[in-house]
């Protein structure tokens, strides 16, 4: 008997100690379901001449967008629960990419995130397998052209 009352004890005081403490004028609030999802208007990238993507937030309260420093290339208007990215024209040859993120302004945390991608000016290359056959080539050290042909099925 006397071990089933320790048992029954021991099990009493570990739910006990699981429970959580109440703090008098502190209110625990629960978020269920504070998740967010985007809806954007392409999932292309952009081209270099630059162009609008539209997000559409869904189950969001309140949002801001956040946008990183170094896209100075974008610039992000918010209307209800419409983000519209205008996209500068992009002078490089290299792609670029930012991560936007929507913040819940109760939360002050990220509830859900995208990519805008950007091509640059340099064109697609490309690249067929051919075969050089050559009977002799020869060039002299201090002489820097020669000539030969070159016959493409393309």
């Not at 993120?101 to 002050?108: A, G, H, M, T, V």
């Not at 397998?129 to 002299?140: D, E, G, R, V, Y």
Request: proline share 3%.
């Amino acid at each position: 008997m006397k071990k089933y009352l320790i048992l029954l004890l021991s099990a009493a005081l570990a739910l006990a100690a699981c429970t959580p403490e109440v703090n008098p004028g502190n209110e625990v609030k629960e978020y269920a379901g504070s998740r967010a999802s985007v809806e954007l208007s392409t999932t292309d990238r952009l081209p270099a001449e630059g162009g609008t993507l539209i997000a559409k937030v869904h189950r969001s309260p309140e949002f801001t967008v956040s946008v990183p420093k170094t896209a100075d290339w974008l610039s992000v208007s918010q209307a209800d629960s419409t983000v519209t990215v205008n996209v500068k024209a992009n002078s490089s040859a290299v792609a670029r990419a930012a991560h936007l993120s929507i913040i819940d302004k109760e939360l002050n945390i990220s509830v859900t995130s995208f990519d805008v991608v950007q091509l640059g000016t340099e064109k697609e290359v490309v690249r067929k397998n051919f075969q050089i056959s050559t009977q002799s080539l020869l060039a002299k050290a201090d002489d820097t052209s020669a000539s030969f042909t070159i016959t493409s099925e393309v």
